[in-house]
Structure formats: structure tokens, C-alpha cells
């Protein structure tokens, strides 16, 4: 296993397992991590009964292609950057190392969250599965069988974990694809309606609410290049990847929430929500299918989430090795595991904060979709949106004295408009936050997830800022990864003052 020595620090670090994941690992991981048949079933009936208007297969197709629009950016600076650290790294090259310790730390909160409050609802939807075959579980035991195969996968090769995922993952679009044919076949009142397509639907009252929870659909697309360095070719298969999750996940997403309006009546399908919420697909599809195809699909509704609990814990897992390997935290977090190359320290650090968590809610009584699942999921959302902002203004500033890398259209138009259409919609997320959590107005929680990230990030700084005084070194070497010992003279630019005049 290969190592490299750090002429800043004298620390010996080990590197990731090398050319173990071509594009197709890749893309599983990160449509896993998506979730696509959880937001198919779940995300879109919930977009249809919370905002009370057609327009969710419009709202993901404008999602998905912001999503894209981001995507230019940040795939021209996997070609510069190659670190496991990914969005971390690219604020510390574009934007300096004191902010980009300040994204690392939210990045740390935002991906526990996403990953932890998954396992509400797979402890949840697991008691289900097992109460429809005569076995009685709580949720919560459910969830440690859960975590207990998460925490075993995340110490193996990292190619074996592709190969789970891609076998779920294909089961799980099949059924999407299934479902939404079978939807699209037999259409309410015998006539395929389009008008949930019309791109007017985007000016109608609530479509701004859609787009601040759909964003989070397409959570963990952005991941592709945690895992550049574990690829046979960074350059070509993040880009390739990136591309593929973004087209992919937007198709099943508005093409399924199309289908669904079909099936019910564009218009009935948001009464229809309302009445059956996460059931809305299955309800629509029941009819037509036997009983074991319609069970069939709620099971990979749980391999789902179980795909998506594996996602995310190899993402925790690769920024704190990031992390670890540069000295920003312990330096044991940035040792792999001698025979499969696996962070070791950085997936056994997660799978121990995660069944701390899962052994808390019960004990405090807390139900485990409305406070774990939910809450969780859509405060590391936040968290992941506000890693997105502030990595497209990190593109532009890295360019900024790269000028002759990148075309212009890579290195500042595509990344100014992604900044700004992300900032949008970060701006009404953390306004109508208590919305989304379904809090009242006078309750002080909708402002405390959005506080914990203000704290992360200055904890960051804080952090950062000691590290400048009293290990220069190592503050030297953030952003730089294992490219450390063959740059010893190339720490990341000072941040760049960005000119406000056009």
C-alpha cells in the first residue's frame, strides 16, 4: 500500500486505495446517495400535498438543471484538484484555507445529518416490512441491523461497496421506471394530460417551497468527487459521472412525478397526495399490478435507504480521512485499513457517532421519521446547499488566476450563475425553514439548525486560525491532499478579492 511523507509536517499518511472505481461505481454511489426511489415515492406525493400545485415535475426539471449549471464548474476544478476532501479543498484553493476550514466543518455536520437521519426511516420502513410477514421489531432494532451492515461494508474494498450499490440501485430504477409506465398506461379519464409540463406551472404560488425542498432530492450527486482519488482516471470519470447522476436523477424524478399527475388527474393528484402522502405511488400503481409486484416495490423503498445509509457513510468517511491526512483533525483519521484501503479511523468515527445517535431517540422518547429522519435529513440539505454556494464562488476565485485553464464559460459565467440561483434558493430555505420542519412561528428550532451551521463554521475559522499561529505547517498544506509531498512549495493562493465592478 502506498504512502506519501509530508515535508511540512514529517507525518506519514496513507493514501486511498488507487484505480479501484470507474465511472459506473461512481454513478452508484452517488444515485445512491440520492435516493431515487425514496424522493420518487416520497419527495414528490409530499410535493404535491405540501405546496398544493402541479408544477412538481417542472420544479424538478429546473432543479435539475441548476444542478447542471453547477455542475460545469465544479467538474473543471476536479481537473485541477483531486482531493477526497472535495468541496472543502476547492473552497480552501478558490476562496483560502480559513474558509475552506470552515466548509470542512460544515460539510462534517451537513453529511451526518443526511446519513444519521436516514436511519429513522429504515428502522421505520423495516418494522413495516416485517409486521406485513407476522414479525414484530421495534424501529430502532431495525435500525442498529442496519447500521451494524453499514459499519461492516464501510471497513471493505471500496469496489465491493460499488457492487452492492449497483445492484440495488439497478433494482430500484427498474421499479421506477415499472411504475411510471405502468402510471403513464393508464391515464385518468383515458387521456394522457401534459399539463403538469407546462413551463407556466413554475409561476404559480408555492413552486418556490418545491424548490427549496427538491433541492435536497438531488443531495449526494455532488459527491462524485469525494471518491477522484479511488478512480482510474479523475479527469474523465468525475465529468462523466457528474453528468450522468444530474440527467438521471432529474428524468425519474420529473418523469415520475409527470406520471403520477397522469394516473391521478393533473386534477386530482393533489388531493390524491394529501390522502395517501408516501403511499401515492403504490396506491396508483396497485390496481394494474399483482400484489407481489406492488410489496416488491416497497421492499427496495427499505434497500433504498439502505443504499443511501452506504453513500453517505463512505462520504463522512473520505473528509475526515481528508481531513486527518492534512493534520486539520487527528492524523490517525487519515490511516486506511493495510488490506482494503478503506479509511478505517474515519468510517469506524462515523459508525460510532451514528449508533450513538440511534440508541438516543429512543431512550428519549423522540419519534423517529418526524425528528431523525425528517429533521435530520433536511437539516443536512441545508448544510450541503451552503457547501454548493460557496464552492461555485470558490470556482470563480480559483480561475480568477488560472485564467487560460478553462474557457470562460467554465471558469466564471456558468459558475456565476450558479451561485446565484443557488443563493437564491439558499436565501428562501433558511427563511422558510420552520416551514419546512413543519414548525410554528414562535418555536425557536426553526432558527437553531440554521445557527448550528453559523457555530460550525466558526468553530472552523476559530480552528483554522490556530493552526495559522501555532502549526504553520500543516496550515501550509490544507487543500492539498496527497499531493502534498510532490507541491511542498504550492500551498493554495491567498483569497482572492473579487472586483465588484462588471
Given at each position: 500500500m502506498s504512502t506519501f511523507r509530508s515535508s511540512r509536517s514529517g507525518t506519514v499518511a496513507a493514501t486511498l486505495a488507487r484505480s479501484r472505481l470507474g465511472v459506473p461505481h461512481v454513478l452508484f454511489f452517488v444515485l445512491a446517495a440520492a435516493a431515487p426511489l425514496t424522493v420518487v415515492a416520497g419527495g414528490a406525493?409530499?410535493?404535491?400535498?405540501v405546496t398544493g400545485t402541479t408544477a412538481v415535475p417542472m420544479a424538478y426539471l429546473l432543479i435539475a438543471v441548476v444542478m447542471a449549471i453547477f455542475a460545469v464548474g465544479y467538474v473543471a476544478m476536479s481537473r485541477h484538484v483531486v482531493n477526497a476532501g472535495a468541496m472543502y479543498s476547492y473552497v480552501a484553493h478558490g476562496l483560502g484555507r480559513v474558509p475552506g476550514i470552515a466548509a470542512a466543518f460544515v460539510a462534517l455536520v451537513?453529511?451526518?445529518?443526511?446519513?444519521?437521519?436516514?436511519?429513522?426511516?429504515?428502522?421505520?420502513?423495516?418494522a413495516e416490512v416485517l409486521a406485513a410477514g407476522g414479525y414484530t421489531a421495534p424501529w430502532w432494532v431495525c435500525a442498529l441491523v442496519g447500521w451494524a451492515l453499514v459499519a461492516a461494508l464501510g471497513l471493505a474494498r471500496v469496489d465491493l461497496n460499488g457492487r452492492v450499490l449497483a445492484g440495488l440501485l439497478l433494482a430500484e430504477l427498474a421499479v421506477i421506471v415499472g411504475y411510471a409506465v405502468v402510471m403513464l398506461a393508464h391515464p385518468a379519464g383515458g387521456t394522457v394530460d401534459g399539463r403538469a409540463l407546462d413551463p407556466g406551472q413554475l409561476l404559480t404560488p408555492g413552486v418556490a417551497a418545491?424548490?427549496?425542498g427538491g433541492i435536497a432530492g438531488f443531495?449526494?450527486?455532488?459527491?462524485?468527487?469525494?471518491?477522484?482519488?479511488?478512480?482510474?482516471?479523475?479527469?474523465?470519470?468525475?465529468?462523466?459521472?457528474?453528468?450522468?447522476?444530474?440527467?438521471i436523477t432529474g428524468t425519474c424524478y420529473a418523469g415520475s412525478a409527470w406520471a403520477m399527475s397522469v394516473a391521478a388527474g393533473t386534477d386530482k393528484v393533489v388531493e390524491q397526495a394529501r390522502q395517501h402522502g408516501t403511499e401515492l405511488m403504490f396506491a396508483l400503481v396497485s390496481p394494474h399490478l399483482g400484489q407481489s409486484v406492488v410489496d416488491a416495490g416497497r421492499l427496495l423503498f427499505l434497500t433504498s435507504l439502505f443504499a443511501a445509509l452506504l453513500a453517505f457513510h463512505n462520504t463522512v468517511a473520505r473528509y475526515l480521512f481528508a481531513l486527518g491526512r492534512e493534520g486539520v483533525l487527528p492524523a490517525a483519521l487519515g490511516r486506511t485499513n493495510r488490506r482494503t484501503g478503506a479509511p478505517k479511523l474515519g468510517s469506524l468515527t462515523q459508525s460510532t457517532l451514528a449508533v450513538a445517535v440511534i440508541v438516543a431517540y429512543p431512550a428519549a422518547g423522540l419519534d423517529p421519521i418526524t425528528h431523525l429522519f425528517f429533521w435530520l435529513t433536511v437539516t443536512g440539505g441545508l448544510g450541503v446547499l451552503i457547501l454548493m454556494t460557496a464552492t461555485s464562488l470558490a470556482v470563480i476565485g480559483y480561475f480568477a488566476r488560472h485564467r487560460r485553464v478553462e474557457s470562460a464559460w467554465r471558469r466564471w459565467i456558468a459558475p456565476g450563475m450558479a451561485t446565484t440561483a443557488l443563493g437564491g434558493i439558499?436565501?428562501?430555505?433558511?427563511?422558510?425553514?420552520?416551514?419546512?420542519?413543519g414548525l410554528p412561528d414562535a418555536s425557536p428550532l426553526r432558527w437553531w439548525f440554521p445557527t448550528g451551521y453559523a457555530?460550525?463554521?466558526?468553530?472552523g475559522v476559530?480552528?483554522?486560525?490556530?493552526?495559522?499561529?501555532?502549526?504553520?505547517?500543516?496550515?501550509?498544506?490544507?487543500?492539498?491532499?496527497?499531493?502534498?509531498a510532490t507541491a511542498p512549495q504550492a500551498a493554495p493562493s491567498p483569497p482572492v478579492r473579487l472586483s465588484?465592478?462588471?
Open positions: 406525493s409530499t410535493g404535491f400535498a451537513a453529511y451526518n445529518a443526511m446519513q444519521i437521519g436516514l436511519y429513522g426511516a429504515f428502522g421505520v420502513v423495516a418545491m424548490l427549496v443531495v449526494g450527486v455532488e459527491a462524485t468527487t469525494v471518491f477522484a482519488e479511488e478512480t482510474r482516471d479523475p479527469r474523465r470519470t468525475v465529468a462523466r459521472a457528474t453528468y450522468l447522476a444530474v440527467a439558499l436565501i428562501g430555505t433558511v427563511t422558510s425553514f420552520g416551514d419546512l420542519l457555530l460550525a463554521a466558526l468553530a476559530g480552528w483554522a486560525l490556530w493552526l495559522r499561529a501555532s502549526r504553520p505547517a500543516t496550515f501550509g498544506a490544507i487543500g492539498w491532499g496527497a499531493d502534498s465588484t465592478r462588471v
